[in-house]
């Protein structure tokens, strides 16, 4: 098996299982995920069958607001751990890509407001969007395996 660097520092570990940052991410990341599936069936329900844009939209909107609490309390999350806000060494890949997420779903409410592109349009930016989220999801997932699996075999910094 491919060694890592530990995630954690034990004065990092110490912090993250201090603070209340740890639990507001462990609740949001599985209701937003929620919530994008559920947004995913309705876009594809739109692009499948021309009838529910207003409630895909409506969708879309609701994951991008969880999109930006997330990354907000996230960022705070790794300032209280790592002390940056963002693109702290154990996460720096996951944040850079979290960067092409949060433009994606920015662009799409971009359009959404400004009204350059068709419905059609808008629905598969949305697609793309969840498409580098649900990549990006899969890097913070492995990552946190990996911090598990160092702790069971007890890795320290």
């Known amino acids: 098996m491919k060694t890592y660097k530990p995630l954690y520092s034990p004065e990092q570990r110490a912090r993250r299982d201090a603070t209340v940052w740890t639990l507001v991410q462990g609740i949001l990341a599985p209701i937003q995920f929620l919530v994008c599936l ?17 409630l895909a939209t409506i969708s879309v909107v609701i994951k991008t607001v969880f999109l930006y609490l997330i990354m907000l309390t996230g960022s705070i999350w790794e300032k209280v751990v790592f002390g940056k806000y963002l693109f702290a060494e154990s996460f720096f890949w996951e944040d850079v890509f979290s960067m ?44 946190l395996r990996i911090a598990r699996l160092q702790m069971s075999k007890g890795v320290t910094a």
């Open 38 to 54: 559920v947004s995913l069936s309705l876009v594809l329900r739109y692009l499948l069958t021309g009838n529910g844009y207003e």
């Open 100 to 143: 092409l997420v949060i433009f994606l779903h920015t662009l799409y409410l971009y359009f959404l407001i400004a009204g350059e592109i068709s419905q059609r349009g808008l629905m598969y930016l949305a697609l793309a969007a969840y498409a580098s989220y649900f990549i990006n999801a899969g890097q913070f997932i492995y990552k």
